[in-house]
């Protein structure tokens, strides 16, 4: 099932009422949220290490020898 996200700017106070369920445009909201979610930092489904700081930690790399 394809998805897509939308940003609607309304005054402030005339927001529209928007409930799961509700049809837009032939298809159906599953989620809103009230605010930019697009203006917010992605964020990962699961935590990975940094490959660059692996390869450091595991080649013995010590960040208190390192002169910046």
Known sequence: MGKMTF?????DG???PV???MSFMGGK???????DALEEPEVCDE????PEW???ASSGYDA?????
Do not use: C, M, N, W
Not at 47 to 50: H, K, L, N
Not at 64 to 68: E, F, I, K
């Open 64 to 68: 208190t020898d390192s002169q910046l």
């Open 54 to 56: 692996l390869e450091k």
């Open 29 to 35: 909201i599953v989620a809103a949220a009230f605010r």
């Open 14 to 16: 005339k927001e529209p």
């Open 7 to 11: 940003v609607f700017e309304y005054e």
């Open 47 to 50: 935590i990975v290490p940094d």
């Open 19 to 21: 409930s799961a369920g």
